[in-house]
């Protein structure tokens, strides 16, 4: 109880205490906005993937702080609908892996689910619980871009809370959508959130998609392209085109299978080759599982310094 406590505390301590912390990044989110939609901008936007997990439960509030406090720029969270229709930030469909309590989130109300502990990465009961997507969104509004993943089937519901809180424009959806139908979707709001197309390299469809959305007159204003070691050089004639149209490149560093080889722990041994590499091809936004390690890197190539640092 006396951790969970400490780590209540310093979370209260950041958002209510210090003034001239919140002030310093109160529109942090904002300028993060501005870069994603600024095609000339070299700065590199990292996303935290479930936020810093390493350190705390994945997709947990501390894990988001921590994320936001290490410098990251986007936060990348996962949801389901609980049994009475409460949107809760978890990766898996079942409670199993990453609580104390066992079932559906579908089967499972808001409450209930909360009656139980999340677990940290290494399988051990925590004193935190799960977050509902509203907590969540209120611990990031002005601070941090969220990325709501496979958010696109939620998005009436999601909106709606956005609208409700402010932060609407600080959200970032993406999928593999056909782009007709994702500019349906969107063209009944002016102020609507982030939409990025993802596509699989080595997949005919994805490739299909990507000409879909590269033909058209309004380009979306990042991509994020999938690829493996037998596609390394299609992914780089990819990300040529993706250059020449001005629409940035959204690259995953997280495991191989994504990114060629080029992937965050080989990156921990030697950051110059694989974070280098991802560089090369042109990536300005990386989704990683070592921000931190990543930011660091980035510092010293100049490639991380947001005006005021």
């Known amino acids: 109880m006396k951790r969970f406590l400490l780590a209540l505390m310093s979370i209260l301590i950041v958002l209510s205490i210090c003034p001239a912390y919140a002030q310093k990044h109160a529109n942090k989110a904002e300028w993060v906005a501005g870069q994603l939609h600024n095609p000339n901008s070299r700065y590199v936007l990292v996303a935290a993937h479930r936020g810093d997990w390493r350190n705390w439960p994945e997709n947990s ?9 290490m410098g990251a720029d ?43 502990w999340l677990r940290a990465g290494h399988g051990v009961k ?12 209120e611990l990031c509004k002005d601070r941090i871009i969220v990325n709501i993943d496979k958010g696109y089937d939620y998005y009436d519901e999601i909106i709606s809370l ?14 593999k ?21 993802i596509s ?34 299609e992914c ?11 629409v940035k490149i959204y690259i995953n560093s997280l495991w191989p299978s994504l990114n060629g ?13 694989y974070y280098g590499k991802l560089l090369e091809m042109g990536a300005t936004i990386i989704q990683s599982d070592r921000p931190a390690l990543l930011i660091k890197w980035l510092h010293k190539k100049r490639r991380h310094k947001a005006p005021g640092k």
Not at 75 to 89: A, N, P, Q, Y
Not at 126 to 137: G, H, R, Y
Not at 261 to 273: N, R, S
Request: aromatic letters at 6%; proline letters at 4%; a negative charge.
């Open 162 to 175: 956005t609208d409700s809180l402010g932060v609407t424009e600080q959200v970032l959806l993406k999928g």
């Open 126 to 137: 925590t004193e935190i619980k799960m977050p509902t997507l509203k907590e969540a969104l």
């Open 261 to 273: 080889g080029y992937c965050d722990d080989a990156a921990y041994f030697d950051p110059d080759k």
């Open 61 to 69: 509030l501390p894990a988001i702080q921590s994320a936001i406090e």
């Open 74 to 116: 986007i936060v990348e969270l996962d949801i389901h609908r609980s049994k009475d229709g409460i949107l809760m930030v978890c990766h898996d469909a079942t409670i199993d892996r990453t609580t104390t309590g066992k079932g559906k989130i579908s089967d499972l109300t808001c409450q209930e689910i909360k009656e139980y």
């Open 236 to 246: 780089e004639q990819v990300t040529e085109r993706l250059k020449e149209a001005r």
């Open 177 to 197: 959508n056909p782009k007709a139908e994702v500019d349906d979707k969107f063209a009944a709001r002016p102020r609507n959130m982030m939409y990025l197309p």
């Open 200 to 233: 699989n390299i080595w997949e005919e469809k994805g490739m299909d998609l990507l000409e879909s959305y590269l033909s058209a007159q309004d380009k979306p204003i990042a991509y994020e392209i999938c690829w493996n070691t037998d596609t390394q050089k």
